[in-house]
């Protein structure tokens, strides 16, 4: 099904309109303005073609390519599924898409095995994957099973139509009851594998608040504004309160019998590509996370506090 564009506004060059207004990556959207799948006004154009406001632009996507992925039965907890998407509660541990040292055991892998259909705009290694979220963090992603449907869903995260929230536990304890980071992400100047706060980085902002607090450590309901890589990891440690179990961002050994980070995508609404229905989802916090509360004296399926934020 082609994807159809009204540019709302002029004077710069198609593909950069174009990846910017659409979950097509810069190089995709230039491959398929070489193989003509890209029309403005029912014309071929090329990648210099400068947008005028009012052109109707269209996009048909080429057949997919075969996926190098493959298939592998995997259990998966899903929350919502319908014809064009389905809601997945990824547990800790779990890789989101095939990468280098990852083959397979992926929420790919599974989702092929579970879905069989899924949406190509994120190309054959990524599947149907409108967002991601760490390997050691838990929690909520929404997984589009046709390129109209991802295309919607990456639209209303870029508008903030649709939104993710999480609860972290954090070391030490913060001095109000709320607050946002404001502070631009980009790769670490001397470790590449990592991301850091600096100046000329994509703009980032997480908006936080204090749910409960501890003797050492402070638990947080956070909500994201942009989503950058690690950007809850790299703004809680930029305020010198580091995401508990994170030994990249945080103390290098582990705490509270932790495993990994704890961060839980609790929360996640969005607009129904299709229906228009307003849809939101929770996930309980999974058993990693309520040990670690335990250990420092909640308990964690007891507290008013949390049932709150989950009404």
């Known amino acids: 099904m082609p994807i ?48 005028s ?17 493959s298939a592998e039965e995997i259990p998966l907890d899903i929350v919502y599924e319908d014809a064009a998407l389905c809601v997945v509660n990824k547990p800790q541990g779990m890789v989101v898409h095939p990468a280098p040292g990852h083959a397979g055991g992926t929420l790919v892998n599974a989702l092929l095995h579970h879905l069989g259909s899924l949406s190509t705009i994120g190309g054959v ?7 991601r979220i760490d390997r050691m963090t838990s929690g909520l992603l929404v997984v589009a099973k046709n390129d109209a449907a991802h295309q919607a869903l990456s639209q209303q995260f870029q508008t903030h139509e649709a ?7 954090v070391d030490g304890n913060l001095r109000e009851d709320a607050g946002t980071v404001d502070a631009p992400i980009g790769r670490h100047p001397k470790d590449r594998k990592c991301m850091a706060v600096v ?46 179990g994170d030994t990249v961002y945080g103390a290098k050994k582990p705490q509270l019998g932790l495993a990994g980070q704890a961060l839980h995508g609790f929360r996640l609404h969005f607009i129904h590509p299709e229906s228009g229905d307003r849809m939101c989802f929770t996930a309980p916090l999974p058993e990693y996370f309520c040990k670690a509360l335990q250990k420092l004296g909640c308990a964690a399926a007891d507290s008013d506090v949390l049932r709150r934020l989950y009404e």
């Open 163 to 169: 939104g993710r929230e999480y609860l972290a536990l």
């Open 199 to 244: 100046a000329g980085g994509r703009e980032a902002v997480t908006h936080w608040r204090v749910v409960a607090r501890f003797q050492t450590h402070t638990l947080l309901h956070l909500r994201l504004e942009t989503g950058r890589t690690h950007q809850i990891r790299v703004h809680m440690a930029s305020i010198h309160h580091p995401v508990t």
């Open 125 to 131: 290694e990524r599947p149907g994957i409108v967002h």
């Open 4 to 51: 159809e564009i009204l540019a709302e506004r002029g004077g710069v060059r198609l593909d950069v309109f174009l990846a910017s207004a659409t979950a097509y990556s810069r190089s995709r959207i230039q491959s398929l303005l070489k193989s003509g799948a890209v029309t403005v006004n029912g014309r071929v154009v090329n990648k210099n073609h400068l947008v």
């Open 53 to 69: 406001a009012g052109e109707r632009i269209e996009i048909l996507p080429p057949e997919p390519e075969p996926s190098g992925v």
